[in-house]
């Protein structure tokens, strides 16, 4: 068989921050791929404002890098499991993984959601020991973990034989000691383990056509672009070819445009063969997982699996008193289209109509993955509102089932209590507790994904900020017939629309946790703040102080209100109740009843009572 041995296509996978994508960057520059005056920004690969901001990948890019005789392909994938859609079908493309593990953190919820998805592709796996220069890192042990975590997971012989590199991504050092004294100011070891143990793709050049899609990109100018590896054959431009689609049917089209990728640019080719991987433009229609192949020989690849979406909310066109003021696309015309754009290019998202033709269901794999769409909206101008997410559940065998989630938990000692009793209420099991000796410990639950819905917040508060968590989907399990998580506390809405005033703020702070500042407009139905108690309360938070012409003894102490709790986008869906929307605008986020006016909520909250006692 003969191999392509001039090429390497490998797929850099780890837990969120734990730094691949600073280590492709110095890949990138230590290869031989940039001129001497590119300087590069940090985190060049992630070229999406929100990804610069927030230091995660969201989309999976690709790269390739010359290093000596060799093309080396590099995929840059998520670490969030919300965006494991990307990872899956990544792995598809490459034929093997550089794995890369904290030296201290170790293995990781997403460290063991990414490399599963590596080892049931029967992929070779390179580790490698990233941040070796911290005081606090401990390598022979993460080495240790991430062995266990390949056992567990069933790794074959040759996948536990893998080779380990400690680096510092980010001072663009690495060794194959874990000696961090012995570091060198180079990414030569890593470059030379993929050439050496990550295989060749097979050169099947002169046999038909077999192009599969597996990432999707959109451009005004040329369309849909499907970005995907070449498994037989080779493509021109100019050919007519035929895609299979997943339904079944075939469609024909020529190929307008190929992109080869080189350094961080997309650059144009006329050909491509067996292992490259490529962008093509020219199909109006195609869909991931989908086959391109010769007209006259028509052989389909397996279609690739896409993860189910786990949880979805109601997208409404924005009715508030406010509507219209602030943004720039407000119709149910622009929002359709926009969301329907998004289905270009994520596929593990769903979009469904409604009764209402003001209202929409978004189907997606997490908090996260809904709230980046969000706030992508809102900055490109859109005005909208949110209901509260709900998980997505499901008949299987005949049993309700709900999505549950794996969740690591790493806290001082101090505050392992509070988090298992907190997790316990929302119907958490404890799998595993490891204590690590410096006062840390790690608790490892599977709970309902439902259960976690709202809790980051408490849980940041309930450890001082010292806690981190992260979880990704485990499994659908049959549904825990309880009521879990929720917000505790009521809700202080606003009776009246005005200006918040200082007067009325200082009056309602005794009551609980105010969201707003003076002078922020509010109106009737609009939430204010979060009630000590676990009633709403009505508030009036407009109202002025009475101007009299006598004065008092202390007329010149200033008035001091406490600094209000301003809520991010974040936040404020954890925040939201089943009676409540999230109004998001390019310039607010606002929180609001679904039903305005007082007595009329009463009243329906009152009809909704007796409709269950019945």
């Known amino acids: 068989m003969k191999y392509r041995n001039d090429i390497r296509n490998v797929a850099i996978i780890a837990h969120v921050d734990h730094g691949k ?136 012989e040759d996948q536990l034989e893998f080779p380990v590199i400690y680096a510092s991504a980010i001072n663009g050092t690495s060794s194959l000691s874990d000696d961090p004294a012995e570091q060198e100011h180079t990414m030569k070891p890593i470059f030379d383990t993929i050439v050496e143990k990550i295989p060749a793709p097979v050169d099947n ?22 970005i995907g590896r070449i498994f037989r054959g080779k493509i021109k431009v100019g050919d007519q070819v035929s895609v299979l689609k997943l339904d079944g049917s075939v469609k024909n089209f020529r190929v307008t445009k190929i992109f080869g990728f080189f350094g961080l640019q997309r650059l144009e080719v006329d050909e491509a063969k067996a292992g490259d991987l490529i962008a093509v433009s020219g199909m109006e229609d195609i869909f991931v997982g989908e086959t391109v192949t010769p007209v006259d020989q028509q052989d389909a690849l397996p279609i ?93 065998d005949g049993v309700k089932c709900e999505p549950f989630e794996r969740v690591q938990i790493d806290t001082p000692e101090e505050y392992m209590g509070s988090v298992i009793e907190a997790l316990g209420q929302r119907k958490a099991e404890m799998q595993d507790m490891i204590h690590s000796g410096n006062g840390q410990v790690r608790l490892i639950f599977l709970a309902p994904a439902r259960g976690l819905l709202g809790f980051t917040t408490e849980f940041l508060s309930m450890t001082r900020g010292y806690g981190i968590m992260s979880h990704t989907f485990d499994q659908y399990l049959p549904m825990i017939q309880a009521i879990i998580g929720g917000r505790r506390n009521g809700a202080l809405v606003s009776v009246d629309t005005g200006k918040a005033t200082t007067y009325s703020i200082m009056s309602v702070e005794e009551r609980g946790t105010v969201f707003v500042e003076p002078g922020t407009d509010v109106y009737e139905g609009m939430i204010v703040g979060e009630n000590s108690r676990d009633k709403d309360l009505g508030v009036n938070i407009i109202k002025a102080k009475q101007m009299t012409n006598v004065r008092s003894a202390n007329k010149d102490q200033t008035s001091v209100i406490k600094r209000p709790k301003i809520l991010t986008l974040e936040e404020s869906l954890e925040f939201l109740g089943d009676d409540e929307y999230c109004e998001v605008t390019p310039e607010s986020i606002r929180l609001r009843k679904q039903i305005l006016n007082k007595a009329e909520r009463e009243k329906a909250a009152k009809k909704k009572k007796n409709l269950e006692a019945v």
Do not use: C
């Open 205 to 226: 050049s002169d046999e038909p056509l077999q192009f599969q899609v597996s990432l999707l990109d959109y451009n005004d100018y040329v369309g849909r672009i499907g």
């Open 304 to 396: 690739l699996h896409i993860d189910e979406p786990t949880l979805q909310m109601t997208f409404l066109v924005n009715n508030s008193p406010f509507a219209g003021r602030e943004g720039k696309f407000v119709t149910s015309r622009k929002i359709e289209e926009r969301l329907m754009s998004e289905l270009h290019t994520d596929v593990s998202l769903k979009v469904e109509q409604t009764d209402s033709p003001d209202a929409w269901t978004v189907s997606g794999r997490g908090e996260l993955h809904l709230s980046i769409l969000i706030e992508n909206m809102r900055r490109e101008g859109y005005e909208l509102q949110v209901s509260r997410p709900e998980v997505i559940e499901k008949m299987i």
């Open 21 to 156: 994508t600073t280590l492709v960057d110095e890949m990138l520059k230590q290869s031989d791929t940039l001129d001497s005056h590119v300087r590069l920004q940090e985190r060049a690969m992630d070229s999406n404002a929100l990804e610069q901001e927030r230091g995660i990948t969201i989309l999976a890019k690709n790269t390739a890098v010359n290093y000596q005789d060799y093309k080396i392909n590099i995929m840059d994938t998520p670490g969030h499991a919300d965006f494991g859609g990307e990872v899956e079908r990544i792995m598809k493309m490459v034929d093997g993984v550089v794995l890369v593990v904290d030296a201290y953190e170790g293995t990781m919820p997403q460290t063991r959601f990414v490399l599963k998805k590596a080892l049931e592709q029967h992929l070779i796996p390179i580790v490698v020991v990233n941040k070796i220069d911290k005081p606090s890192a401990r390598p022979a042990e993460v080495v240790d973990e991430v062995l266990e975590l390949f056992i567990e997971l069933g790794a074959d």
